[in-house]
């Protein structure tokens, strides 16, 4: 190694991945799409793909044992990536589950765990096949693989948002992250003095998309049904405002969402309030909530319309448009890549 040193936070996140495997080029014809989407699409057939996805959790960095019981963290760690293969408009069949683990945990601590990985698996209907264990030094890490499939003709990608689609969301947005500002309080109060027990009523809903997230498996067989297939597709893990940024430089396109259509749980926003926060900003960059965004062309509108579980937030414009929120005054403000180096996430 030369005495070069460039810090990781100069390149944030996607930099940083696009830098490593930069001189990367497929030396296989069936691999399909690599690097840069929710899942890598592996062709097998002229009508069928395998789509491949990993997802990491490390204590400490994206959950914390005080309030996340290890059932809950096994049955969020199987939905994430079963949410990546969501993504891709496919369905998830199989799951590698590696795992590394400090002599702190017992046995029934990695039962319990275990436990939350079968639900999971009998939940979305996936076999767990195989994985590796190894000791730890700091803590408990999980890293899931996911293996699925899909037809070719229905593959989502991120780049395929084309000017006048629709933008859609699915769900209610910002839920997840509120959830987790709830359970921060609570874990500091009790930090402060262990005779206070948590306060948590009425908040369960918001606990429960922080702790319990699904993937929207429910999505892709109403799309099946409704006979669409969008133009373009990816899931919320790190905000919507990263996500649409996302969607639109891979299309290389432009985009408007607005600020009122936005869709918010009431118990979300009450919170926020209570937080003294602006409920759309958390819905824009809070993260977490595995909702699936996605396009579709204009002319699919009447079918996905009527549906409780999709809300058209906005459209797509030129790239030269840029990438715009309108908020309720109707200034239109520039969204900007947030949060990027998730070297803290
Ligand atoms: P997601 O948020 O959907 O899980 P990521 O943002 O983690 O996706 O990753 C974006 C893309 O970069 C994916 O195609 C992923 O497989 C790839 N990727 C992430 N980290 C690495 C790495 N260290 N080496 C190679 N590819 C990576
Ligand atoms: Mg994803």
């Not at 601590?109 to 030094?137: F, H, M, P, Q, R």
């Not at 937080?275 to 977490?288: I, Q």
């Not at 809300?311 to 200034?331: C, E, F, L, P, R």
């Amino acid at each position: 190694m030369s005495e070069k040193r460039t810090e990781l936070e100069q390149l944030g996140e996607f930099g940083l991945i696009k830098h490593l495997t930069k001189n990367f080029t497929p030396k296989h014809s069936n691999t399909t799409y690599g690097v840069g989407d929710d899942a890598a699409v592996i062709a097998i057939s002229d009508k069928e793909s395998l789509l491949i996805s990993t997802d990491m959790l490390l204590e400490g960095v994206h959950f914390n044992l005080m309030y996340m019981p290890l059932k809950h963290l096994g049955y969020k760690a199987v939905a994430v990536n079963v949410s990546d293969i969501c993504a891709m408009n496919g369905i998830a069949e199989q799951i590698t589950v590696s795992l590394a683990v400090s002599n702190r945990f017992p046995l029934e601590a990695l039962d319990e765990l275990y436990e939350g990985i079968k639900t999971a698996c009998d939940v979305y209907n996936v076999d767990l096949v195989g994985g590796d264990t190894t000791s730890s030094l700091t803590g408990l890490s999980l890293s899931i693989t996911v293996v699925g499939r899909v037809q070719n003709e229905k593959i989502s990608y991120r780049n395929g948002a084309k000017e006048n689609d629709l933008v859609v969301t699915t769900g209610d947005l910002g839920g997840a992250y509120m959830g987790l500002q709830v359970l921060e309080r609570e874990k500091n109060v009790f930090n402060a003095n262990p005779d206070i027990q948590p306060d948590l009523d009425g908040h369960d809903y918001i606990i429960e998309r922080q702790l319990k997230p699904e993937a929207r498996v429910d999505i892709i067989e109403f799309l099946k049904e409704l006979d669409v297939v969008p133009t373009s597709m990816i899931d919320i893990s790190d905000g919507l405002a990263s996500e649409i940024l996302h969607l639109c430089h891979s299309s290389e396109v432009g985009c408007h969402i607005y600020d009122e259509k936005l869709p918010i749980d009431a118990k979300t926003s009450m919170t926020a309030i209570e937080f003294n926060l602006d409920p759309n900003t958390c819905a824009l960059n809070g993260g977490e909530d595995y909702e699936l965004l996605f396009t579709v062309a204009q002319s699919d509108y009447d079918k996905i319309k009527g549906n409780p579980h999709m809300t058209v937030i906005g459209h797509i414009t030129n790239k030269a448009d840029g990438i715009y929120y309108i908020d309720k005054n109707a200034s239109a403000i520039e969204l900007r890549a947030q949060g990027w180096d998730h070297f803290n996430d």
